[in-house]
């Protein structure tokens, strides 16, 4: 996230390392990192480490879910990504044990923390990837998760629209509950122009998906998210990061943002897998993330929120994926 929380000290961070993995931290430093965890730097000695921790609230895909629950999701995904480590897949970059074999350690009842070794490489934004090869490199990392076996994995979760409930509010012409705040009058008025568009590709969705459950696909350990952002380029190749989002799902769930930069990728996936990609569940999946982002940053500013670098950039991605031309 780029606004830290307020709710945490350095000091808190400091306990967490020290109760949950038994390091003493000589230095912790706040990180403003991407969307979705928060971010420190820490030093523990002559050992770097890099922290995340996750605000279980904000976590929640619905207000019906309960701190309890989303923090099982959490560990369970993580969990995965230190099986698949240990299942010899070394470009995974997965948690460090916590006390007790755990992956996470709670700092309180709201945050969870997560504890990673600092990868040495080049980080990247978010975006394309900036040639055929470095799609393949991670195509191949893809394929090596895909066909991988392990037991006691959580499949997706019923690929819900998070904060759908918000975003129907909004679109059935509700007035309130916008703000108060700098982006909340704007982003209303952004909605109502493509209420239609919306509504459309809501009930196009829910069709695609209805469609895939009664074709019963066969499902894969997915990363949920293998874009440029979520890989470090190392000497030993690329690594892939943030597998908060792991899960049981069709392959199609990773594919589609490697096929939608280049098409002649799903028959590279076919030759290495013997799997064809699903066309229609790729575009689902692409349908999905727009608008689960949309779902997000409405009910980001549906509630109280100020101007920072993380609502600005909220708000130019809102307009991004409300463009119909994308659907």
Known sequence: ??????????????????????LEATSVEWAPVGFGSHHWHVRSGAHRW????????????????TRDQVGIQLRSALTLARSLRDSGLDFVVAPADAVGKHVVHPINERYLAALYPYIDGEHHSYGAYPTSAA????????????????????????????????????????????????????????????????????????????ALHHSHPSLVITHGEPHRANTIDTRDGVMLIDWDTAR???????????????????????????????????????????????????????APHEDTEGTRLAWAKLQECTDPIRW
């Open 1 to 22: 996230m780029f606004t830290r929380p307020d709710e945490l000290s350095d000091a808190d961070i400091v306990r967490v390392v020290a109760d949950g993995w038994g």
């Open 50 to 65: 890099f922290l995340t921790v996750d605000d279980l609230d904000a976590r929640r895909d619905r207000g019906s879910e």
């Open 135 to 210: 799609r393949l490199a991670v195509l191949d990392r893809l394929v090596a998760v895909h066909t991988t076996r392990l037991g006691g994995v959580l499949a997706i979760k019923h690929l819900d629209i998070p904060r759908r409930a918000e975003l129907a509010l909004t679109l059935a012409g509700s007035p309130s509950g916008w703000g108060p705040g700098p982006f909340a009058t704007e982003a209303a008025e952004l909605l109502d122009r493509h209420r239609g568009a919306l509504v459309d590709a809501l009930a196009r969705f829910d069709e695609r998906v209805d």
């Open 248 to 302: 049981l799902a069709p392959p199609e769930r990773d594919l589609w943002t490697l096929i939608d930069e280049d098409p002649t990728l799903a028959d590279a996936y076919t030759e290495r897998t013997g799997v064809e990609v699903n066309q229609t569940t790729l575009a689902m999946y692409r349908l999905h993330w727009d608008l689960s982002e949309i779902s997000l940053f409405v009910a980001d500013f549906r």
